[in-house]
């Protein structure tokens, strides 16, 4: 039975087999040695597999120079999950051209990371003139095979021309609990109920601006009826990420419940991230003391 196994390893596709077994069982240091086996074979899904190991470090020390060599290899023969992952290391180098070029090749295979990759680069003009239009093709491919981000970044394209897909994607997105997608969505819906329904759940999830727009609704009772330990709840949460207009507004909440220790602290974070209304209240202040 032990001369049959050796013999199996032999077998590129038997090595890769196994490699991908331990990867799944979350032993990537034990996939490592088949996945090497396979890839100096010459198998294409073992040389993305085994790049992928070092250039993230699971199970194996990184080594973003080995694992662009395999990336390459594989990339060469077709593979498009390192077609994308060289565009990604020639993104980071800042070479965009290269980048679109590798994305451009695995969004042709319809891998949705490189199509989405395509609409950013198109969308911020990254080594090509911007272009919204094509920026929404891409992303619309990547969107129909459900990537998160895509989802997103279509829905807000969408808003000027087509508000109803806009809100459309964006749900979807927000369905998926994406933080951002769930803060927009709730900018756009009439239905106020459904508005707080979804800045909440931006704002638990960590959105600042939900956590701001939250705040702010309840510290002036803006379509919901005032209180002001939740206003502090949420503008602290959104201060603490260094908001600043939380930050003002939280010295003012704490000016008018003249508890001028906490306004001022307030006032100082936001007075030294340089806003005018802080300095002159925080000034304001130190003259009452």
């Known amino acids: ?11 590129p596709e038997a090595a890769f087999e196994l490699g991908e077994m331990f990867f799944e069982d979350q032993k990537p240091w034990e996939a490592e040695p088949f996945y090497r086996k396979a890839a100096e074979a010459g198998h294409v899904g073992a040389q993305y597999s085994l790049g992928y190991l070092l250039d993230r470090g699971e199970g194996v020390q990184k080594n973003r ?14 593979s498009a999950g390192a077609q994308f992952e060289m565009g990604e290391l020639a993104y980071y180098q800042r070479d965009f051209e290269k980048a679109r070029e590798w994305y451009h090749r695995a969004a042709d295979q319809d891998h949705p990371d490189a199509q989405y990759s395509l609409g950013f680069m198109h969308e ?10 094509e920026a929404a093709v891409w992303y619309r491919k990547a969107a129909e095979r459900e990537h998160l981000d895509a989802e997103y970044r279509l829905g807000l394209l969408l808003v000027q021309e087509e508000p109803e897909q806009a809100k459309e994607w964006l749900q979807k997105a927000a369905d998926r609990n994406h933080p951002a997608a769930q803060f927009e969505l709730s900018t756009l819906l009439q239905d106020n109920r459904k508005s707080l329904f979804w800045c909440q759940k931006s704002a638990e999830l960590g959105n ?3 956590q ?21 709840h949420w503008l602290t949460k959104a201060a603490e990420q260094g908001d600043e207009m939380s930050q003002v507004n939280l ?3 704490y000016e008018q419940e003249n508890d001028l220790e906490k306004a001022a602290f307030w ?5 030294e991230a340089g806003d005018g209304t802080a300095r002159e209240r925080l000034a304001s202040l130190e003259k009452r003391e």
């Open 1 to 11: 039975a032990k001369e049959s196994f050796l013999k199996a390893l032999e077998i």
């Open 65 to 78: 120079e080995e694992a662009e060599k395999w990336f390459l290899l594989a990339a060469e023969k077709g």
């Open 124 to 133: 911020g003009g990254k080594g090509l003139p911007r272009d919204l239009l």
């Open 208 to 210: 600042v601006d939900a």
């Open 212 to 232: 701001y727009k939250l705040g702010f609704r309840y510290l002036h009772g803006q379509e919901i009826p005032q209180d002001l330990a939740k206003a502090a």
């Open 251 to 253: 010295g003012h909440l």
């Open 267 to 271: 006032y100082r974070k936001a007075a």
